[in-house]
């Protein structure tokens, strides 16, 4: 069993107070946050402490400070990007069509060197693990392959995935602070293109993406669509 254990400053205790706050609605996007000094009795802690707090969270683009007017919450930039972030579930059945997943893989590793940078872990701490399949109308059109952090979502893997998707279940359970993410066409591994019913090397639509909660990656993921089958819009 892991032991390692971190204990969390005082100051990043602050900022994820604040960042729950926002995403459970206490706190709404353009809506000014309570003073510095009221936020330093509120935590028992320093005026510094907790300016060192808002200023981070400021950078990040949570906040915005407005001198003379006081600090508020910014808008949300993960919002607008091209690709937004919900439920393939949820938008299959937008378009009038029936979902359903197969579950290939529900596991716990140890997260090696690659991701223990990406998630600024030790290499012999736990991730959890899930591949999934998705079905539009029982054909497949994404493999979903995802890796989260337990610190984030410790009962990740007690989920029936077959009821909901991680997408909904994380969203719900794991307030969202920002993500970033790649789409490249790349040719279907063996295993991919076994689940997607495609021939090895056929082309694929590959969205990689990873996500922060609570200031800390929360999951890292990797999507598979078959190219010729599915493609990516937005609004502009």
Same mark, same amino acid.
């Given at each position: 069993?892991?032991?390692?254990?971190?204990?969390?400053?005082?100051?990043?205790?602050?900022?994820? &107070?604040?960042?729950?706050?926002?995403?459970?609605?206490?706190?709404?996007?353009?809506?000014?946050?309570? %003073?510095?000094?009221?936020?330093?009795?509120?935590?028992?802690?320093?005026?510094?402490?907790?300016?060192?707090?808002? +200023?981070?969270?400021?950078?990040?683009?949570? $906040?915005? +400070?407005?001198?003379?007017?006081?600090?508020?919450?910014?808008?949300?930039?993960?919002?607008?990007?091209?690709?937004?972030?919900?439920?393939?579930?949820?938008?299959?059945?937008?378009?009038?069509?029936?979902?359903?997943?197969? $579950?290939?893989?529900?596991?716990?590793?140890?997260?090696?060197?690659?991701?223990?940078?990406?998630? &600024? *872990?030790? %290499?012999?701490?736990?991730?959890?693990?899930?591949?999934?399949?998705?079905?539009?109308?029982?054909?497949?059109?994404?493999?979903?392959?995802?890796? *989260?952090?337990?610190?984030?979502? %410790?009962?990740?893997?007690?989920?029936?995935? &077959?009821?909901?998707?991680?997408?909904?279940?994380?969203?719900?359970?794991?307030?969202?602070?920002?993500?970033?993410?790649?789409?490249?066409?790349?040719?279907?591994?063996? +295993?991919?293109?076994?689940?997607?019913?495609?021939?090895?090397?056929?082309?694929?639509?590959?969205?990689?993406?990873?996500?922060?909660?609570?200031?800390?990656?929360?999951?890292?993921?990797?999507?598979?669509?078959?190219?010729?089958?599915?493609?990516? &819009?937005?609004?502009?």
């Amino acid at each position: 069993m892991n032991t390692h254990k971190t204990t969390i400053p005082v100051f990043q205790h602050i900022k994820n &107070s604040i960042l729950e706050s926002i995403q459970t609605g206490v706190w709404r996007q353009g809506e000014a946050i309570p %003073p510095e000094l009221t936020l330093a009795k509120q935590f028992g802690v320093s005026r510094m402490t907790v300016n060192r707090a808002l +200023r981070e969270l400021t950078a990040e683009h949570v $906040l915005t +400070r407005v001198q003379g007017s006081g600090t508020f919450v910014a808008q949300q930039k993960y919002q607008t990007t091209l690709i937004e972030i919900q439920s393939i579930a949820k938008e299959i059945r937008a378009r009038g069509h029936v979902h359903r997943s197969e $579950l290939y893989e529900l596991s716990k590793a140890k997260a090696g060197e690659t991701l223990a940078f990406e998630f &600024s *872990v030790s %290499p012999t701490d736990y991730l959890f693990h899930t591949v999934i399949v998705h079905f539009e109308n029982d054909e497949p059109i994404q493999v979903e392959d995802r890796w *989260v952090n337990p610190a984030i979502a %410790p009962e990740y893997l007690q989920q029936d995935f &077959s009821t909901t998707t991680p997408n909904e279940y994380l969203m719900a359970n794991a307030p969202l602070q920002s993500g970033q993410y790649t789409i490249e066409a790349l040719p279907a591994p063996e +295993r991919i293109a076994e689940m997607l019913h495609m021939q090895p090397a056929e082309a694929c639509l590959v969205l990689q993406r990873t996500t922060r909660s609570m200031n800390q990656v929360a999951t890292k993921v990797t999507m598979w669509h078959p190219g010729a089958r599915y493609q990516f &819009s937005g609004k502009i």
